[in-house]
């Protein structure tokens, strides 16, 4: 029988800080302005990892768009 490994379903907005290589700072304005899709849950806010991966899809995106 083999132990069942949970995957991580929420990242705290610090983690995703360390993920993007921005600072806390910055990342607390991206999810207050929208830019990160964030929930909250209880006095903490949670990001999901597909949200994590929407905002860089949408940088990239408008990354693409400058340089056309």
Same mark, same amino acid.
């Given at each position: 029988m083999t132990a069942a @490994?949970? *995957?991580? *379903? +929420?990242?705290t907005t610090a983690e995703v800080a360390e993920m993007l290589g921005f600072s806390l700072s910055k990342t607390k304005m991206l #999810? =207050? @302005?929208g830019e990160i !899709?964030? #929930? *909250?849950?209880g006095r903490n806010r949670r990001i =999901?990892? &597909? +949200?994590v991966d929407e905002y860089v899809e949408t940088c @990239? &995106?408008? &990354?693409? !768009? +400058?340089s056309a």
């Open positions: @490994t949970l *995957k991580r *379903k +929420w990242h #999810v =207050l @302005t !899709r964030s #929930v *909250k849950i =999901l990892p &597909a +949200w @990239t &995106a408008e &990354a693409e !768009r +400058w």
